[in-house]
């Protein structure tokens, strides 16, 4: 199993950049398919992106593709998402998880979850 543990969130105006990382503990990180979730206040959690376990595939949701890149490296056990023009609607706590069997854009597939980081986007 792996347990993700997120940093780098923060408060960043409108158009700035913030990259997350998403180290799991664990032998088995290359194993897991992992994806990145984001929650709103008052809004359900909902699908970022993922990466397959080798990160050859990597999804997007349509509301951050072209602004947002997931990719991992796994000597270090580490997910990261870049994320680029942010918007004010992309403020949210976001989420790391891990699925041994495909990414899914679905939070209940995933198996193991991060406490999440906040990310605020300043008009």
């Known amino acids: 199993q792996v347990q993700p543990v997120e940093s780098g969130g923060g408060l960043v105006k409108a158009g700035g950049s913030l990259r997350l990382s998403c180290a799991a503990s664990?032998?088995?990180?290359?194993?897991?398919?992992m994806a990145w979730f984001r929650q709103a206040p008052g809004k359900e959690r909902e699908f970022v992106g993922g990466?397959?376990?080798?990160?050859?595939?990597?999804y997007y949701a349509d509301a951050v593709k072209g602004r947002f890149t997931i990719s991992r490296d796994n000597a270090k056990n580490t997910v990261y998402l870049q994320m680029n023009n942010l918007k004010p609607e992309d403020t949210a706590v976001y989420y790391c998880?891990?699925?041994?069997?495909?990414?899914?854009?679905?939070?209940?597939?995933?198996?193991?979850w991060g406490q999440g980081t906040q990310v605020t986007v300043s008009s």
């Open positions: 664990g032998r088995t990180f290359s194993n897991y398919n």
């Open positions: 998880a891990a699925d041994s069997r495909t990414v899914s854009v679905g939070r209940w597939s995933y198996e193991f």
């Open positions: 990466v397959s376990r080798r990160g050859g595939s990597t």
